[in-house]
């Protein structure tokens, strides 16, 4: 057992190490969430889209009265009526979901450089390979998730007013919930795919619809009835709804189904994603 | 005799039906350097791979210290020390991190692991490049630290797939060395090669290996005394030719091979004989005369020779070649 935490441990370290020493990626990965949250929230000015409509020349009392309804509506849709809020707590979601899927580009790497092949000769325990890739993941991404939110705060995301550590806290276990599902798919999958184009090309059929039929970017109820049946199963949707219950305040009806959901999807990939990945590095 | 690794009917076949490995069985003793000698593509690295616990036999077995490859690999995996035919440290990483990260695996302590790196690492003469990024070594620098890896926690048994290849003559010599100083070490070292200077230099006992089965094996003294004498090579234009000056040679009492269009001449002397041969040799390009190596016996097994350079697998073959040019 101690074996396996601290191989676990030096195995990630080592991805870890690698990443930090790719001055221009770590750069760029530590641009990215800020860019993301700056173009993507900005550019979606939802409110920009209602306040503008309301035509200057009606009486004040008119012109409050429509304010209200779009607001109103807004609320309704969203559940603030500030939608780079809604949108920058979603992002964290879909954020973890962009990321998880470079977890696999470094085991196709060690497996075609023959590092795989240096692992295990050794007596590494399987699992610990396994673990050290997905620990990996989610550590870089906790950094980046941090920047993310830091950024989103920065630029205007309104946090509900008694937000606690223990938000705080819950939102990155949902994060990190949502990405030990995701890694472990993808780790798996490179571990049975011949080189990196698979994962791109999985990842580019993959990651935008879950993105889209989320409730990342739009509320489920504004959706058609298929696409909301597709959304009630998408692990996305409710690590977004969590996220943002937790930091936002925007409330949801049934937490604890939330959550079992989310955690049964994602132990679920990872608890099958060890065991083909065992499978084939003890199978060859 | 104890065997440190003992191989008893070894058989891979690939998907796809190829049989890259076919009943090979063979004992390595005690403290010895044995060597795998064939061409590319006969077997050798399959058979590294399958006694390092890395492939799974389609039957057969092998035990490595009385230890079952295919039973116990986790025990097999404490005591055997591998270097792989290709380059597999982390170039983005300095020397002393890849071995260090090495040490880890096998689960020692910080200050333990740190200390077998140094030893390590001094053993390879590479102590003084450790801090620098392993982009910055030279091919011979980048073999040598794949042997430092393998080090690190004091194997019994150290499997070696072609360490030399693709190094130019001076770093090669400068591995040999190593390799010897190993062995007197007392470790027990398997050898793949298909350099026949190294395997007949470095080695007390050779297996010939082609298309996956060992055609011959035995120490280079013995394998090359059965050639008996010296050997003049008399290289012809075609086939044809060569074929009419050996009926014509073998009439005269000669003992003569044909392989494409080179003739070989097996005599007691060479110098002494080539004045009897030159009133035949008008057609002949080249003249070249050898003593007896482990080259002409394989030539002699199989009718071919040991170096048809060709790349194995074209990714790592590049990425290999690439960091071994730099
Ligand atoms: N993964 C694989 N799938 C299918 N065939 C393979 C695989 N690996 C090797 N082979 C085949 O098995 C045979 C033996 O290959 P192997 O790599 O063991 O030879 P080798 O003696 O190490 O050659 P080299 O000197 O080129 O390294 C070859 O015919 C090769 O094409
Ligand atoms: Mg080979």
Redesign the pocket.
């Known amino acids: 057992m101690a074996g396996v935490v601290s191989s676990t441990l030096i195995i990630a370290w080592r991805d870890i190490k690698k990443w930090i020493g790719r001055r221009a990626v770590f750069v760029v990965s530590i641009i990215t969430p800020l860019i993301w949250i700056a173009f993507f929230g900005k550019s979606m000015n939802i409110q920009g889209i209602f306040t503008s409509r309301v035509p200057e020349n009606l009486p004040p009392q008119l012109q409050n009265l429509m304010q209200e309804l779009f607001n109103q509506a807004l609320l309704n849709a969203f559940g603030t009526t500030d939608y780079f809020t809604f949108f920058a707590a979603g992002m964290l979601a879909v954020f973890s979901l962009f990321q998880s899927m470079f977890s696999g580009v470094s085991v196709i790497f060690d497996k075609r450089l023959g590092y795989m092949d240096r692992l295990l000769v050794t007596p590494t325990p399987r699992t610990a390979i396994f673990l050290g890739k997905v620990g990996a993941t989610l550590f870089r991404l906790s950094l980046l998730e941090i920047l993310l939110f830091a950024a989103a705060v920065a630029l205007g995301m309104n946090l509900k007013p008694d937000l606690s550590a223990s938000d705080l806290l819950a939102a990155w276990i949902v994060i990190m919930l949502l990405s030990l599902g995701l890694s472990s798919a993808y780790t798996t999958l490179s571990f049975y795919a011949e080189n990196q184009e698979v994962i791109f090309a999985v990842g580019n059929l993959v990651n935008l619809p879950l993105m889209f039929t989320s409730s990342a970017l739009f509320p489920v109820q504004q959706m058609p009835s298929w696409l909301q049946a597709i959304a009630k199963v998408n692990p996305v949707t409710y690590a977004a709804d969590l996220v943002r219950y937790h930091l936002v305040g925007k409330p949801i009806n049934d937490y604890l189904f939330h959550i079992s959901i989310l955690a049964v999807v994602s132990l679920g990939l990872f608890i099958v994603g060890l065991a083909l990945s065992v499978r084939w590095m003890n199978n060859r | 005799m104890e065997c440190a690794v003992e191989a008893e009917n070894l058989v891979?076949i690939?998907?796809?039906n190829?049989k890259?490995?076919d009943n090979v069985s063979f004992c390595i003793k005690r403290g010895e350097i044995y060597s795998?000698l064939?061409?590319?593509?006969?077997?050798?690295?399959?058979?590294?791979?399958m006694l390092s616990t890395l492939l799974k036999p389609t039957s057969g077995d092998a035990r490595v210290l009385g230890h079952s490859i295919v039973k116990e690999p986790n025990k097999v995996r404490r005591i055997i020390g591998i270097v792989p035919?290709e380059l597999t440290s982390d170039d983005e990483m300095t020397g002393w991190d890849n071995v260090y990260i090495q040490a880890k695996l096998y689960g020692y302590s910080r200050s333990e692991a740190e200390k077998r790196t140094r030893e390590a690492l001094e053993f390879m003469d590479l102590l003084d490049v450790a801090k620098r990024k392993v982009s910055t070594y030279s091919g011979g620098m980048r073999r040598r630290l794949e042997i430092a890896m393998s080090l690190v926690h004091q194997p019994e048994i150290l499997y070696m797939?072609?360490p030399t290849l693709g190094l130019d003559v001076q770093s090669r010599r400068h591995l040999w060395n190593l390799i010897t100083q190993l062995k007197k070490e007392g470790i027990t070292i398997l050898l793949?090669t298909?350099y026949m200077e190294e395997a007949e230099s470095l080695s007390d006992r050779v297996a010939i290996?082609d298309h996956?089965r060992i055609i011959a094996e035995g120490t280079p003294a013995e394998l090359t005394s059965k050639l008996g004498g010296e050997r003049i090579h008399l290289i012809m234009k075609s086939n044809n030719e060569a074929e009419q000056l050996a009926n014509r040679l073998s009439e005269l009492g000669f003992n003569v091979k044909v392989f494409n269009e080179t003739l070989v001449v097996t005599v007691s002397n060479a110098a002494k004989t080539i004045p009897e041969l030159a009133p035949y040799l008008s057609n002949v390009i080249e003249v070249r005369i050898t003593r007896p190596n482990l080259e002409e016996v394989f030539l002699e097994l199989t009718g071919r020779r040991l170096r048809d350079e060709?790349?194995?697998?074209s990714f790592r073959y590049r990425v290999m070649t690439r960091r071994l040019r730099r």
């Open positions: 891979k690939y998907p796809g190829v890259a490995v795998l064939g061409p590319n593509g006969a077997g050798k690295t399959t058979t590294v791979k035919q797939d072609e793949t298909h290996i996956g060709e790349p194995i697998d």
